[in-house]
């Protein structure tokens, strides 16, 4: 199982990104897919999932700002995220589990400067 997720960098306070995630070696339609984060001395925290049936939920923070999508034919998931905040900041990993076990991947950076 591979997760490889890319789009991450530096932008302005109300800026905007969108995160990719390939997915491979899962039966990706099936899968309910995630968004983690975590910032520098934080916890990891779930920032959105998506079910094989698209039901999407997030945390509050970033509700009504970040959208969490999936394309089953490119087996990727996406996150775009607008309205960046500095608090927004951090390593973003996508996350599935697969025959009970978890599976994450290398990890974006996102920067948001004030």
């Known amino acids: 199982v591979q997760l490889q997720a890319s789009g991450g960098g530096l932008v302005q306070a109300g800026g905007s990104l969108r995160l990719s995630c390939a997915a491979s070696?899962?039966?990706?339609?099936?899968?309910?897919m995630d968004w983690y984060r975590q910032a520098p001395g934080e916890e990891r925290e779930l920032v959105a999932s998506?079910?094989?049936?698209?039901?999407?939920d997030y945390t509050d923070p970033v509700k009504g700002r970040f959208t969490i999508s999936r394309d089953n034919v490119k087996r990727t998931l996406y996150l775009q995220m607008n309205g960046l905040k500095p608090e927004d900041m951090a390593v973003y990993y996508c996350?599935?589990?697969?025959?009970?076990?978890?599976?994450w991947g290398q990890g974006t950076q996102v920067t948001v400067s004030s």
């Open positions: 996350h599935t589990m697969w025959r009970d076990r978890h599976y």
């Open positions: 070696g899962i039966n990706f339609r099936l899968n309910t």
């Open positions: 998506i079910t094989s049936g698209h039901s999407a």
